[in-house]
């Protein structure tokens, strides 16, 4: 079928009348035969093209099907699918409210769920020690077949020991020189193999955010996986890793909680940003979403059960410049109340954001 396809894409193409194409990167020769018989028929949902990489960075679709076309990105499931509810936290938010948590998840619950994460197939295994395999076999699947399907990478070796550098960086600021540095290849090297495995879903750049008013700003990208289960594996964190030491749960679950964020804001119809926001005196807010009318909500996450004031410190500095614009501050933290800190600011308990 392969063969195929990429023998005589038109050919193809044209006995089709309803198809799924799988994994469509693996023949972009398709992609203008599609185009083709989709000008000639102008029929809604003819194709149903699904693939594990962002064909969007693939040039023969922005030279062909960029404005013909729909796209859905089906990340790992979210928490809310996974226990069955329908979220409104981030829609309250920007209207200044809070919603009421859901089920209390806290403890040692909490940290099986993050360990946990969205993949169906992670979901479907209770061993921890099934799930961390079946994580590192697909992480070498991806490395070993995908990333040929969409770029030419000279030293394919190199990607499995990046995954592993990166994973040590989920959660800060990217320094491309310093990751490189550690694999003998220069920074733009290391921002290209970054790049690819964006395309493949495993790992974001959390672009930062500023206004001109605020000054001292850190303009560099964090870096975060979309997916806390596979961040774990790649960091050999288990349950009774993190009983130990703590400390090594705070930046997976801020993984946790940035890519819970940024599914629910793909859910909506209004268009949302992710960001994040430090400045030079080290303060930060690890979650900023904007809509398109500039409204903002602040996220900062904590692993610890207690809250205190100087937690909003940063969120008070962005209240301070954009007044109203701020629409809601709020700090996630492992407990179980709704304690308000302030004007449109509270501590809330994780599990608001499935509720």
């Given at each position: 079928?392969?063969?195929?396809?990429r023998?005589?894409?038109?050919?193809?193409?044209?006995?089709?009348?309803?198809?799924?194409?799988?994994?469509?990167?693996?023949?972009?020769?398709?992609?203008?035969?599609?185009?083709?018989?989709?000008?000639?028929?102008?029929?809604?949902?003819?194709?149903?093209?699904?693939?594990?990489?962002?064909?969007?960075?693939?040039?023969?679709?922005?030279?062909?099907?960029?404005?013909?076309?729909?796209?859905?990105s089906?990340?790992?499931?979210?928490?809310?699918?996974?226990?069955?509810?329908?979220?409104?936290?981030?829609?309250?938010?920007?209207?200044?409210?809070?919603v009421?948590?859901?089920?209390?998840?806290?403890g040692?619950?909490?940290?099986?769920?993050?360990?946990?994460?969205?993949?169906?197939?992670m979901?479907?295994?209770?061993?921890?020690?099934?799930?961390?395999?079946?994580?590192?076999?697909?992480?070498?699947?991806?490395?070993?077949?995908?990333?040929?399907?969409?770029?030419?990478?000279?030293?394919?070796?190199?990607?499995?020991?990046?995954?592993?550098?990166?994973?040590?960086?989920?959660?800060?600021?990217?320094?491309?020189?310093?990751?490189?540095?550690?694999l003998?290849?220069?920074?733009?090297?290391?921002r290209?193999?970054?790049?690819?495995?964006?395309?493949?879903?495993?790992?974001?750049?959390?672009?930062?955010?500023?206004?001109?008013?605020?000054?001292?700003?850190?303009?560099?990208?964090?870096?975060?996986?979309?997916?806390?289960?596979?961040?774990?594996?790649?960091?050999?964190?288990?349950?009774?890793?993190?009983?130990?030491?703590?400390?090594?749960?705070?930046?997976?679950?801020?993984?946790?909680?940035?890519?819970?964020?940024?599914?629910?804001?793909?859910?909506?119809?209004?268009?949302?940003?992710?960001?994040?926001?430090?400045?030079?005196d080290q303060?930060?807010?690890?979650?900023?979403?904007?809509?398109?009318?500039?409204?903002?909500?602040?996220?900062?996450?904590?692993?610890?059960?207690?809250?205190?004031?100087?937690?909003?410190?940063?969120?008070?500095?962005?209240?301070?410049i954009?007044?109203?614009d701020?629409?809601?501050?709020?700090?996630?933290?492992?407990?179980?109340?709704?304690?308000p800190?302030?004007?449109?600011?509270?501590?809330?308990?994780?599990s608001?954001?499935?509720?």
């Amino acid at each position: 079928m392969l063969e195929a396809a990429r023998s005589d894409p038109a050919g193809f193409v044209r006995g089709f009348d309803l198809v799924t194409i799988d994994e469509v990167q693996r023949a972009p020769e398709l992609l203008r035969a599609i185009k083709g018989s989709v000008d000639s028929d102008r029929r809604a949902g003819r194709f149903l093209l699904t693939g594990s990489a962002n064909i969007l960075t693939l040039p023969q679709v922005s030279e062909s099907l960029a404005r013909c076309m729909e796209i859905l990105s089906l990340m790992p499931l979210s928490r809310a699918e996974i226990v069955g509810r329908k979220p409104s936290f981030l829609k309250a938010a920007f209207t200044g409210k809070l919603v009421k948590p859901g089920p209390t998840m806290i403890g040692d619950e909490l940290v099986h769920a993050v360990l946990v994460g969205g993949y169906p197939e992670m979901l479907r295994r209770e061993n921890p020690r099934r799930r961390q395999t079946w994580a590192r076999d697909y992480v070498k699947a991806i490395v070993q077949r995908d990333v040929r399907d969409i770029a030419e990478v000279e030293k394919l070796d190199q990607l499995p020991r990046l995954l592993q550098i990166l994973a040590h960086h989920s959660g800060q600021l990217t320094n491309f020189t310093q990751i490189g540095g550690q694999l003998g290849i220069d920074d733009k090297t290391t921002r290209k193999y970054t790049g690819i495995l964006e395309q493949l879903f495993i790992v974001h750049r959390l672009s930062p955010w500023f206004r001109n008013q605020l000054k001292r700003l850190i303009k560099t990208p964090k870096l975060h996986f979309l997916d806390s289960g596979l961040l774990a594996a790649l960091l050999g964190l288990t349950a009774e890793r993190i009983a130990k030491d703590r400390s090594s749960f705070g930046a997976l679950l801020e993984t946790f909680v940035f890519s819970e964020v940024m599914k629910q804001a793909a859910w909506l119809d209004d268009s949302y940003t992710l960001h994040h926001y430090r400045d030079k005196d080290q303060d930060e807010v690890d979650i900023i979403i904007e809509d398109e009318r500039g409204g903002l909500v602040g996220l900062e996450v904590k692993a610890s059960a207690t809250v205190n004031a100087n937690d909003f410190k940063a969120i008070r500095k962005i209240l301070d410049i954009c007044g109203d614009d701020l629409k809601l501050g709020v700090v996630l933290y492992d407990g179980t109340k709704v304690v308000p800190f302030g004007d449109r600011l509270f501590a809330a308990p994780m599990s608001c954001l499935w509720s």
